[in-house]
T-cell receptor, first 110, second 109 residues
Framework: DAGITQSPRHKVTETGTPVTLRCHQTENHRYMYWYRQDPGHGLRLIHYSYGVKDTDKGEVSDGYSVSRSKTEDFLLTLESATSSQTSVYFC?????????FGPGTRLTVL | EDQVTQSPEALRLQEGESSSLNCSYTVSGLRGLFWYRQDPGKGPEFLFTLYSAGEEKEKERLKATLTKKESFLHITAPKPEDSATYLCAVPHGTDKLIFGTGTRLQVFP
């Protein structure tokens, strides 16, 4: 296993509340990714990082921000959660094609 | 616009009944096609990389092939433990992947 963990695994929050999801990897991978997975849409990239403090947007980045202060940690923040951000969030690390995924975080925004 | 389309959306097979899943793509200058397996409640798991038309990769009962327009994941004599959602993906730019929506495979004993 690539050793990638996510926390929390489940979260229920209210609209307008800030939320931070955490991803930790132990493989010293340079690249890390945040995706969301929704029925009918598949996996969609939110943000990614190509090094410490180096991040860029994916296809569904509105309403999300990220930070990477250490190689092993990648944080995803919803500044003010909305119901449309209810989803399953996956973190991944590794090379472009061979990515190792975490177990996911199920987020519900009421 | 780069796109990945997978078919069928869902496939039900009897144990031992071989079949194929399709992944068609429209990208300029393909730089690889990747197959993943996803079990319910878990993150995707990498299976194969294919780089050029005519290339084939095998793993147990799975064989992935690639043409200039599509890839097939052939499943020979599947078992119930092969039940999962199979995803394909292609690079978009240098740093990102585009995933298809997947084929949900169910294999019944």
């Amino acid at each position: 296993d690539a050793g990638i963990t996510q926390s929390p695994r489940h979260k229920v929050t209210e609209t307008g509340t800030p939320v931070t999801l955490r991803c930790h990897q132990t493989e010293n991978h340079r690249y890390m990714y945040w995706y969301r997975q929704d029925p009918g849409h598949g996996l969609r990239l939110i943000h990614y990082s190509y090094g410490v403090k180096d991040t860029d947007k994916g296809e569904v980045s509105d309403g999300y921000s990220v930070s990477r202060s250490k190689t092993e940690d990648f944080l995803l923040t919803l500044e003010s959660a909305t119901s449309s951000q209810t989803s399953v969030y996956f973190c991944a690390s590794g090379s472009l094609g061979e990515q190792f995924f975490g177990p996911g975080t199920r987020l519900t925004v009421l | 616009e780069d796109q990945v389309t997978q078919s069928p959306e869902a496939l039900r097979l009897q144990e031992g009944e071989s079949s194929s899943l399709n992944c068609s793509y429209t990208v300029s200058g393909l730089r690889g096609l990747f197959w993943y397996r996803q079990d319910p409640g878990k993150g995707p798991e990498f299976l194969f990389t294919l780089y050029s038309a005519g290339e084939e990769k095998e793993k147990e009962r799975l064989k992935a092939t690639l043409t200039k327009k599509e890839s097939f994941l052939h499943i020979t004599a599947p078992k119930p433990e092969d039940s999962a959602t199979y995803l394909c993906a292609v690079p978009h730019g240098t740093d990102k992947l585009i995933f298809g929506t997947g084929t949900r495979l169910q294999v019944f004993p």
